[in-house]
């Protein structure tokens, strides 16, 4: 059968993990339309051995596709989305333009794919930050109720783009390039991602916070955090520090979380064993160790989460998302 994939953003760094994301899992691609602006209209990307002309997103419509897969940033989801999802296209955006939407769903499949309907036609893909906790959360809520979360992240610069690697690896070189910071980001941390809030916040920040409770469904859990940047490849990490309903065990979260799908634990201190970005990179699992009591108050837990923001923070969670609509026969 028939099965036009459209990818909106595909020569960005998620987008172009999109590309080798679909080719990986043999999602049944018949025809690849990479879409981007005008500017890069004409170039030529590869997928699966072919290779396929970038078109424009007008140009894209008119080719029909089954699904698009955008992650162009927000201001192309908030002009091309709806008109995608006229056309009768299921959307599934990266960008955070439709996350916080009340008609739109916030989906990571192994926690709420039971929310979707045939007739969600743009669904958001959470952000990075967010999926790698909330895939920790959510069996953890299930089992003990999370009443409180305080995260702190150590974000990769691969989450900001192209530039801010390109600026990285200038810095190390020696080489005056294109900044993509305010700040040098080599042997250095940034304590803002995205722009700041009226309430000290930054975005980043707030998106953990309002995002986390969309996903899991429940309001009443209370998140605050702060996001940094950091000079490092490969992934995202989280400290977390989590204060639940009823009494647990470091031994019986291990446990829980290992039979968690999507999650490895990695938690062996005695044998210096506890997840690394580089050891989650190019990964789809999240990983999670130093899971330890809060000695300072009861029914609290400090873990750290580890994820390769570029697939399970985002490629891949988008097309687990496509997977799903796929096997219900929703698109395609
Ligand atoms: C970041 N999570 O890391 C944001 C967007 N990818 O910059």
Redesign the pocket.
């Given at each position: 059968s028939i099965m036009k994939v459209a990818v909106v953003g595909a020569t960005g760094l998620?987008g172009s993990k999109m590309l080798q994301v679909l080719a990986e899992r043999k999602f049944p691609v018949t025809e690849l339309i990479p879409v981007a602006s005008a500017r890069s209209a004409g170039k030529e990307v590869e997928f699966a051995g072919k290779k396929y002309k970038v078109v424009t997103p007008p140009d894209a419509i008119a080719l029909r596709p089954d699904v698009a897969l955008f992650s162009a940033g927000g201001g192309t989801s908030l002009e091309w989305a709806p008109k995608f999802a006229e056309a009768g296209i299921t959307v599934v955006d990266n960008s955070s333009a439709w996350r916080m939407d009340p008609t739109k769903k916030l989906v990571v499949p192994e926690v709420n794919a039971q929310v979707l309907t045939p007739e969600d036609k743009i669904i958001a893909n959470p952000?990075?930050?967010t999926i790698q906790m909330v895939m920790v959360l959510d069996p953890l809520h299930k089992a003990y109720g999370v009443r409180r979360v305080v995260v702190s992240t150590y974000?990769?610069v691969t989450?900001?783009g192209v530039k801010a690697v390109n600026q990285l690896m200038d810095e190390r070189n020696g080489v005056e390039g294109e900044k993509a910071y305010p700040y040098p980001i080599d042997l250095n941390v940034l304590p803002q991602?995205?722009v700041f809030q009226e309430n000290g916040y930054t975005k980043?920040e707030m998106?953990m916070v309002n995002e986390t409770k969309k996903i899991i469904g429940d309001d009443s859990i209370r998140v605050t955090a702060t996001t940094v940047?950091i000079p490092v490849m490969g992934g995202?990490s989280e400290s977390v520090n989590v204060e639940f309903e009823k009494d647990c065990e470091p031994v019986a979260i291990r446990r829980l979380l290992g039979q968690t799908p999507g999650v490895t634990v990695v938690d062996d201190p005695a044998n210096l064993l506890y997840p690394m970005p580089r050891d989650a990179h190019e990964k789809d699992d999240v990983f999670v160790g130093r899971i330890r009591q809060d000695e300072t108050q009861p029914r609290t837990v400090n873990l750290w989460i580890v994820a390769d923001?570029l697939r399970k923070?985002?490629a891949t969670n988008a097309v687990q998302i496509a997977e799903y609509l796929l096997g219900k026969g929703w698109i395609g």
């Open positions: 998620v952000n990075c930050s974000q990769s989450g900001t991602i995205d980043e998106k940047r995202h923001n923070g985002a």
